[in-house]
């Protein structure tokens, strides 16, 4: 009698892998059995105690370098990971840029407009619509497949000192649910996560400025900034499948900052 066939654990692309949310999101997903294609725009060597730290939990981790803004780029690294694991079951669109310069609304410089609207919206569009047309191709099987797409708070909650990252994040949301909506019939549910204020090197310059109205619970009544790893156990229970009848939907994991209060 043959062994019994093991079940594929799937394969997840994890863009803005090296760092912070995105660090922490291979390492959830590898302790689940995932094997990590993770990108970012740094070199290998930079990418090594990363990737080091995902092999800890699962040795199938490999990097791809990738911008995330080069478009026509984004086919090439589809097949790369496919040739490399097998095919793409989760993506998880994490990678994002910041304003460079917080500031007036009135200040804003189409050269920083376009670098977010070029990452944060743009380059995450069309590698999800890369994603997705390989996706499609195939037929499901027996590992749930998704797009989970990391937003932000700021795609709802207006700060005009970082006016063109909200706007960045916002088209990013409704992208979303159009892509919802049109995969839903091949069974690929697409997900959206907006973190309140995380601690990762991204919000380490408004550290000192925040932490004392969070303490005071003024941004949230958990009155704590959030940790990379706690939007990272929110991935891992959609790319799991274990909210199986969900899809466009939003999850708010910001310790209640997106509560509507008076």
Known sequence: MSAPVSPRKGVVLVTGGN???????????????????LTDVVTEMEAKATLSAV???????????????????????VAAVEAAFGPIDCLVNNAGQQATVRGDLLDVTE????????????GTFFLTQAVARS?????????????????????GLVSPEKG??????????????????RLAEAGIAVHEIRP?????????????????????????????WGE??????????????????????????????QVHRL
């Open 19 to 37: 760092r912070g949310i995105g660090r922490a999101i291979c390492i959830e997903l590898a302790a689940h059995g995932f094997s990590v294609a």
């Open 55 to 77: 092999r800890r939990s699962n040795p199938e981790a490999l990097y791809f370098r990738s911008d995330l803004s080069d478009s026509g780029g984004h086919a090439r690294l």
């Open 111 to 122: 050269a920083d407009f376009d670098r977010l609207i070029a990452v944060n919206l743009r």
């Open 135 to 155: 996706m499609v191709r195939r037929a499901a099987s027996d590992v749930p497949r998704s797009i989970i797409t990391i937003t932000s708070a700021n795609a």
């Open 164 to 181: 063109s990252y909200g706007i960045s994040k916002a088209g990013l949301s409704m992208a979303v649910q159009q892509f919802a909506v």
């Open 196 to 224: 309140g204020l995380i601690r990762t090197d991204m919000t380490a310059g408004v550290f000192d400025a925040y932490s004392r109205r969070v303490e005071a619970g003024q941004i949230s009544p958990v009155r704590r």
């Open 228 to 257: 990379p790893e706690e939007i990272a156990r929110g991935v891992a229970v959609l790319a799991t499948g274990a909210i199986p009848f969900s899809t466009g939907d939003i999850f708010h994991i910001g310790g209640g900052m």
